[in-house]
């Protein structure tokens, strides 16, 4: 089964760095994605972990600790477009084979000036 | 240019006016999939392929139908819609199976039933 948590709503401010947080529950585990979805529009990928540790791309980077079932994707220098939700989505084996995501109902964040 | 797309975009029907709703992708993925999405709930699997001629239920199947007698096509049916179908729909694919494949997503289907 699955259990994803992750806040619904965060707030910042221009230029500034947020952080966030995405907790989950999956049987038969194998790698987390995060995507960013704007208001009316498809979901787009961010990043994948599959291994412990910090994974940077540019001014987006997703964190994964598979022992205490947490992943974070942090933002840096914060611009207007990135007001966006943030879907976290741990990907689990299926018994028949291949994976399945899950998706988180997401983190709205606003970018203020 | 690699895409997948749906149509149509927006749709407004009737309650028990069967619909189809249509994915193509041509990346050549062997993997596609069908997700609503509602207010407060998230996106939601409907239905899943791993390959031609193999499909399978997502979480939340009832009330939808789907096929893949092609590799690029898997059509989402509603043979008798109901007002609780009424959602944003979005049609995915990746690579294959692997973990760590990319999913792209359509534009995205917006129904509405009356």
């Known amino acids: 089964g699955q259990n994803i948590d992750q806040p619904t709503e965060m707030t910042a401010t221009e230029g500034a760095i947020v952080q966030i947080n995405c907790t989950y529950q999956t049987s038969g585990f194998n790698g987390l994605f995060w995507y960013q979805q704007h208001a009316g529009e498809a979901p787009t990928f961010l990043s994948y972990n599959v291994l412990d540790g910090l994974e940077e791309k540019g001014r987006f980077s997703s964190f994964l600790s598979r022992s205490k079932g947490y992943s974070y994707l942090l933002l840096k220098e914060l611009q207007m477009k990135d007001s966006a939700s943030y879907l976290c989505?741990?990907?689990?084996?299926?018994?028949?084979?291949?994976?399945?995501?899950?998706f988180g109902t997401g983190t709205q964040l606003k970018v203020e000036l | 240019e690699a895409q997948v797309t749906q149509n149509p975009r927006y749709l407004i029907t009737v309650t028990g006016k069967k619909l189809t709703v249509t994915c193509s992708q041509n990346?050549?993925?062997?993997?596609m999939s069908w997700y609503r999405q509602d207010p407060g709930l998230g996106l939601r699997q409907i239905y899943y392929?791993?390959?031609?001629?193999?499909?399978d239920k997502g979480d939340v199947p009832e009330g939808y139908k789907v096929s893949r007698k092609e590799k690029r096509n898997f059509p989402l049916i509603l043979e008798s819609p109901s007002p609780n179908q009424t959602s944003l729909y979005f049609c995915a694919s990746r690579q294959d199976r692997g973990s760590g494949n990319e999913q792209f997503f359509g534009p995205g289907t917006r129904l509405t039933v009356l």
């Open positions: 990346m050549n993925h062997e993997y």
């Open positions: 989505a741990p990907s689990q084996i299926l018994t028949g084979g291949g994976n399945k995501l899950t």
């Open positions: 392929s791993m390959n031609v001629e193999v499909t």
